[in-house]
């Protein structure tokens, strides 16, 4: 089943069917999440309305660290069985984890201004993000560059990859250096024991954050696979208009005279 | 196998020594960035004893970047790297014996200078001798490391400028280490030895996955 | 060895270079590309040598063993894989250690080519024919079956290009394969030809 | 209702949120028109 529905004429049909109930489930989650953050949850009694912020701020950080799990995921696909879905799922996926990982910076630093007097904290998890981000502007940065698409995937996939070895790596020793230079009166940003009425609204979230990135990846998708229908049909008109090299053949001929 | 490694090495290292290329640049850049430090700090030395190894270790990060384009570049370049697909020895020990002829000629000459810098930002013995060790440890990952992003930039014109971009977050948990380490010495809470432990252990992940992944990049190149 | 070469298409940066390509080799043959400039010669030779994937078709070498092809050939090409600032020798010695099977020494194989003189010189200060020259004595160094050679005669005078004819004539009398793109007669004896060009239009595109 | 003192923060955070989630949307929406009469131009044969 996974073949069949792997196969781009596949996923183009099954993806267009899904993408617009996709793109409703997202918007009625995500108004009903807004309503249970804004008027259900109360203000918290440390940080006041500011935790409202939190509603999106943890949906951000979660969707940018899926969308790299997906590209490293596309990554394997790419290298290992050459699927041509999983190059473009790894490029459309780039530009969106990219854009969840820069929308839980900015929410990031808005939170810690009222909170820590200060936009900017180095805290640990703030840090990881921000490498995540840096990761990620590679990465696009790679897909502009490389022209020919096949290669950009394959290219891409290896950095990808070695990104994925080297964030968890990343993460604990940017951990290990923040315990090493903060003082430890630091607020902790949603911690393990969170109440329920701040609970659910924030799981509402990011299942409304998840389905927004979901539809938004399988656009991103369909629109690759018709650039590259584009870029195939220019090579052929190109060949097309220019006759010796159109139809190119050998001739094994015998021994020359 | 031994032979094509050494053959390799010898090569890379008798090219540098002719050309004189980017393992002396590399020096200078280094000893240039130490140097506007205290333009930029002020000339206070108790400041600059406190945060030389920190210096010391972001000049070596940067002056690795010097050169790195052209490891697998210049060899794409003249048909070079042709030849050496061609060996009955595995890319993966071409990768390994060029970055170790790389690493010989910039990683090393950089932390063997770096206790004649150390007198620049005013670093007293000890704090000197572990700033060099902690070099001498952690420049090997981050070569390794630059070899993938010139693996991979190796067929891109004016690949340098991406090359940095690509690798310079993943050189942060060696900067990481290697700081805390040289720290350690001047005296803290931890002791010297775990981040150089694992500073150490940076450096073996960094050779394994670095010649892997550079040698699937050029493979893959075309 | 035998060389199989079936049904092989190339595609380069999605573009059809050819299609539909069929041949083989075996011991003591030579073939001998030609076509009009941009027509795949490099190509063909760039697949033969395992740098580019064909985008269908296959590549095979018979009889020689667990080696893969590229570990069986010599290329000499445009680029020609030498340092400008490694003399003719050290160049030669080199790609002896990173080749394997060694048979002449680079002394020996640059006395053969005629370059005994520029043995000890950086190889950046040579003519083009010279330099040429010593790429070919890397055929010499390590002994290796097929070799691909990608215009061998640019850039050589008459008296080389002999010199060149007899290296192959040699080679092929040794049991050896030779593959040359080529625009010019190559004085290869009895070689087979492999012309790449314009197929006869079949109509008119709609 | 009422934000406290920090109003601006929160609607800030808000407000760059769709900012941002507009313009991804906005830029897939473009590209994909892009694509769409690029395919359209060739099968009109317009390149003919």
């Given at each position: 089943?996974?073949?069949?529905?792997?196969?781009?004429?596949?996923?183009?049909?099954?993806?267009?069917?899904?993408?617009?109930?996709?793109?409703?489930?997202?918007?009625?989650?995500?108004?009903?999440?807004?309503?249970?953050?804004?008027?259900?949850?109360?203000?918290?009694?440390?940080?006041?309305?500011?935790?409202?912020?939190?509603?999106?701020?943890?949906?951000?950080?979660?969707?940018?660290?899926?969308?790299?799990?997906?590209?490293?995921?596309?990554?394997?696909?790419?290298?290992?069985?050459?699927?041509?879905?999983?190059?473009?799922?790894?490029?459309?996926?780039?530009?969106?984890?990219?854009?969840?990982?820069?929308?839980?910076?900015?929410?990031?630093?808005?939170?810690?201004?009222?909170?820590?007097?200060?936009?900017?904290?180095?805290?640990?998890?703030?840090?990881?993000?921000?490498?995540?981000?840096?990761?990620?502007?590679?990465?696009?940065?790679?897909?502009?560059?490389?022209?020919?698409?096949?290669?950009?995937?394959?290219?891409?996939?290896?950095?990808?990859?070695?990104?994925?070895?080297?964030?968890?790596?990343?993460?604990?020793?940017?951990?290990?250096?923040?315990?090493?230079?903060?003082?430890?009166?630091?607020?902790?940003?949603?911690?393990?024991?969170?109440?329920?009425?701040?609970?659910?609204?924030?799981?509402?979230?990011?299942?409304?954050?998840?389905?927004?990135?979901?539809?938004?990846?399988?656009?991103?998708?369909?629109?690759?696979?018709?650039?590259?229908?584009?870029?195939?049909?220019?090579?052929?008109?190109?060949?097309?208009?220019?006759?010796?090299?159109?139809?190119?053949?050998?001739?094994?001929?015998?021994?020359?005279? | 196998?031994i032979r094509v490694f050494a053959a390799l090495v010898a090569r890379d290292l008798r090219l540098a020594g002719r050309v004189g290329g980017?393992?002396?640049?590399?020096?200078?850049?280094?000893?240039?960035?130490?140097?506007?430090?205290?333009?930029?700090?002020?000339?206070?030395?108790?400041?600059?004893?406190?945060?030389?190894?920190?210096?010391?270790?972001?000049?070596?990060?940067?002056?690795?970047?010097?050169?790195?384009?052209?490891?697998?570049?210049a060899d794409?370049e003249d048909g070079s790297l042709e030849l050496m697909?061609a060996s009955p020895a595995?890319?993966?020990?071409v990768?390994?014996a060029k970055?170790?002829a790389?690493?010989?000629t910039?990683?090393?000459?950089?932390?063997?200078?770096?206790?004649?810098?150390?007198?620049?930002?005013?670093?007293?013995?000890?704090?000197?001798?572990?700033?060099?060790?902690?070099?001498?440890?952690?420049?090997?990952?981050?070569?390794?490391?630059?070899?993938?992003?010139?693996?991979?930039?190796?067929?891109?014109?004016?690949?340098?400028?991406?090359?940095?971009?690509?690798?310079?977050?993943?050189?942060?948990?060696?900067?990481?280490?290697?700081?805390?380490?040289?720290?350690?010495?001047?005296?803290?809470?931890?002791?010297?030895?775990?981040?150089?432990?694992?500073?150490?252990?940076?450096?073996?992940?960094?050779?394994?996955?670095?010649?892997?992944?550079?040698?699937?990049?050029?493979?893959?190149?075309? | 060895?035998?060389?199989?070469?079936?049904?092989?298409?190339?595609?380069?940066?999605?573009?059809?270079?050819?299609?539909?390509?069929?041949?083989?080799?075996?011991?003591?043959?030579?073939?001998?590309?030609?076509?009009?400039?941009?027509?795949?010669?490099?190509?063909?030779?760039?697949?033969?040598?395992?740098?580019?994937?064909?985008?269908?078709?296959?590549?095979?070498?018979?009889?020689?063993?667990?080696?893969?092809?590229?570990?069986?050939l010599h290329v000499v090409g445009h680029r020609d894989g030498l340092k400008g600032a490694l003399t003719a020798e050290e160049n030669l010695a080199f790609a002896q250690a990173l080749l394997g099977a060694p048979r002449l020494a680079p002394k020996a194989a640059l006395e053969r080519l005629g370059l005994a003189h520029a043995r000890a010189l950086p190889v950046a200060y040579l003519s083009a024919g010279q330099r040429r020259r010593v790429a070919l004595a890397r055929l010499l160094v390590s002994a290796r079956?097929?070799w691909l050679l990608d215009e061998p005669t640019a850039a050589l005078d008459a008296a080389s290009q002999d010199l060149l004819a007899g290296l192959m004539d040699e080679h092929?009398?040794g049991?050896g394969?030779v593959?040359a793109?080529?625009?010019?007669?190559l004085g290869?004896?009895?070689?087979?030809?492999?012309?790449?060009?314009?197929?006869?239009?079949?109509?008119?595109?709609? | 209702?009422?934000?406290?003192?920090?109003?601006?923060?929160?609607?800030?955070?808000?407000?760059?949120?769709?900012?941002?989630?507009?313009?991804?949307?906005?830029?897939?929406?473009?590209?994909?028109?892009?694509?769409?009469?690029?395919?359209?131009?060739?099968?009109?044969?317009?390149?003919?």
């Open positions: 089943m996974w073949t069949r529905l792997a196969n781009p004429g596949h996923f183009l049909r099954w993806s267009v069917a899904l993408t617009p109930w996709l793109a409703g489930a997202a918007a009625l989650t995500g108004a009903l999440g807004l309503y249970l953050a804004w008027f259900v949850a109360p203000p918290d009694y440390q940080q006041g309305e500011t935790v409202r912020i939190m509603f999106i701020h943890v949906p951000a950080a979660w969707l940018g660290v899926f969308f790299y799990g997906s590209m490293v995921l596309s990554a394997i696909g790419t290298l290992v069985w050459r699927h041509p879905l999983a190059d473009v799922a790894q490029r459309a996926a780039a530009p969106i984890g990219a854009a969840f990982t820069l929308i839980c910076l900015v929410t990031g630093a808005l939170w810690g201004k009222p909170m820590w007097g200060t936009y900017w904290v180095w805290d640990a998890r703030l840090t990881s993000m921000l490498v995540l981000f840096l990761i990620y502007c590679g990465i696009i940065a790679l897909w502009r560059t490389v022209e020919e698409p096949n290669r950009a995937a394959r290219t891409v996939a290896i950095l990808t990859l070695v990104g994925a070895v080297n964030l968890p790596i990343i993460k604990f020793s940017v951990n290990w250096w923040s315990t090493l230079h903060q003082p430890a009166s630091i607020l902790r940003m949603g911690g393990p024991t969170i109440d329920p009425t701040m609970l659910y609204p924030l799981i509402v979230m990011i299942v409304a954050g998840t389905l927004t990135g979901i539809a938004l990846h399988l656009y991103a998708m369909r629109t690759e696979i018709l650039r590259r229908r584009v870029r195939t049909l220019t090579i052929r008109e190109a060949e097309r208009l220019d006759p010796g090299a159109s139809v190119m053949v050998a001739y094994p001929a015998g021994p020359s005279a | 196998m980017s393992g002396a640049l590399s020096l200078v850049f280094f000893l240039m960035i130490v140097a506007l430090v205290p333009f930029a700090l002020g000339p206070d030395l108790n400041l600059l004893s406190r945060i030389g190894p920190a210096i010391l270790w972001l000049a070596a990060v940067l002056a690795t970047l010097i050169g790195l384009d052209r490891l697998f570049q794409d697909t595995p890319l993966e020990i990768v390994l970055v170790c790389h690493w010989l910039t990683g090393l000459p950089l932390a063997l200078a770096s206790p004649l810098f150390g007198l620049l930002v005013a670093l007293d013995g000890p704090a000197t001798a572990a700033t060099a060790l902690t070099l001498l440890v952690g420049t090997p990952a981050l070569t390794f490391v630059g070899a993938v992003g010139a693996a991979l930039t190796a067929s891109i014109r004016r690949g340098g400028l991406i090359l940095a971009v690509l690798v310079l977050p993943l050189m942060i948990p060696t900067l990481i280490f290697g700081v805390s380490a040289a720290q350690a010495a001047l005296g803290g809470t931890i002791p010297f030895a775990t981040p150089l432990t694992i500073l150490s252990g940076l450096s073996l992940i960094a050779a394994v996955v670095g010649t892997l992944a550079a040698a699937a990049a050029l493979r893959w190149g075309e | 060895m035998r060389l199989i070469v079936d049904n092989l298409a190339v595609r380069r940066s999605g573009r059809r270079v050819f299609a539909g390509l069929s041949f083989a080799l075996g011991a003591g043959e030579a073939l001998a590309v030609t076509g009009r400039n941009g027509a795949g010669k490099s190509s063909l030779l760039a697949v033969l040598a395992g740098r580019l994937r064909p985008a269908a078709g296959r590549v095979a070498a018979e009889g020689v063993g667990e080696a893969s092809i590229p570990e069986c079956p097929l092929r009398a049991g394969l593959v793109a080529t625009h010019q007669s290869l004896a009895d070689a087979r030809e492999l012309r790449i060009g314009a197929a006869p239009q079949p109509e008119a595109a709609p | 209702m009422d934000l406290g003192t920090h109003g601006g923060f929160i609607l800030g955070a808000y407000g760059f949120t769709v900012l941002t989630l507009a313009l991804l949307i906005g830029n897939a929406v473009r590209d994909r028109r892009a694509q769409e009469r690029a395919l359209a131009a060739f099968r009109d044969g317009e390149h003919r």
